[in-house]
Each structure stands twice: as structure tokens, then as C-alpha cells.
């Protein structure tokens, strides 16, 4: 079965430190890989993406994730937060041939505190 | 403006009315989506659509309708509102095979 799932539902940090949200998922085709961020009350908006090549792709406000598809992982990184990353990530997979449709995981809560 | 809108933001209705939510994109992506988030459950997929004329499935459709004559647009009716139905309602679109670009949401509340 395909799936995608994010075990940490909240993950306390404090400013400055850095902080590793995670993401697998289960899948027998190849997959496209995306990790969205929701501020509160708003919609989601893209952070970063897999779709092909280098394994390490760099998003906006310095968060990173690799591809590890031996681990069917895409883990999200960011060496040094802040106040501001405050938010609910959600991590998100394409797997081909099955219509174009994102599936999201459960998302983390991430809290940045002083 | 260049986007994705939705309307309304905020929908207050009773058990067993009908109600539509509005989706208008004007990138001309040929996929759009409706999602529903709820606590604990992340966004699941109500219905998608590939082209005009062209709608599926998600992983929650029941008790929900979608039409889409135009590209632009995706409309989602609740046929007869249930309380289960209260929750926060993503309209999407996008390519082939890249991300897609969510609207602001719908607050829905079925009292």
C-alpha cells in the first residue's frame, strides 16, 4: 500500500538549534517528493521538492531535505531556526501513474521556542 | 490577481442544506484538487480533476459533488450537510507530475 507518514506530530526546538522533521513513506513506483509549510490560518505553501536529480535539494528559508530512497525517506533540515519557522509542515508524495494527486502526511507541529 | 481563490473564507450553515464552495484558478493548470484538514487527519482528497469535463475520486468523497465545465474553475457542493462535514477546505491546482498550489481555505462550520 502506498503511503506517506510523518511519526512526530509536534517537535519542540529552540532558536538557534537545529531541528530534523521526518518523513517515509511506503511505495512500489517511483515518487515525486514535496514538503509544504501551513502558517496558521492560512494555506500551504511549497517549501521544497524532489522530482529528479540531485539527491539534496535546498528550499526557501534555508530548510534542506534529502532523498533517500534505499530508507523511503525525505527527511526535512534546517541547521538554525527561528521564532518565525513556527508552523505546521506537512510532507507530501506523487506517486506516478496514479493521477497526479498529492498524499500528505499527518504533519508536525514544530515549536520554536527562546 | 494571478492565482487561486477561494470563496467564501468563512461558511457558517445548518445540518441537511446544501453549500458550495468556490475554486477559481487563473494559471491554467489542468489538475485541480479539493482537500479537507482536519486534526489529526493532515489533508485527505476529496475529489480531482484532470481536464474539463474530467473529475475522480479521492480518498473521502462521500457526500460531496464537483463539477468542472471550465478550466478555471472547481466548484465543491456539499449536497446535504453533516456535522462530520465541519472542517477546513483546500482547493489546489497544478502541472503534471510537479506541486500544486494551494488557495487560502475554506472555514466550514455545520451547526
Redesign the interface.
Known sequence: AQSVT?LDSQVPVFEEAPVELRCNYSSSVSV?L?W?VQYPN?????LL?Y?SGSTLVKGINGFEAEFNKSQTSFHLRKPSVHISDTAEY?CAV?F?GG?????????TQLKVEL | DAGITQSPRYKITETGRQVTLMCHQTWSHSYMFWYRQDLGHGLRLIYYSAAADITDKGEVPDGYVVSRSKTENFPLTLESATRSQTSVYFCASGRQNTEAFFGQGTRLTVV
Open positions: 510523518q515525486y514535496f509544504y492560512q494555506g500551504l505553501q511549497l521538492k522530482l506537512f506523487i506516478t493521477g497526479n494527486k498529492l498524499t500528505f502526511g499527518t504533519g
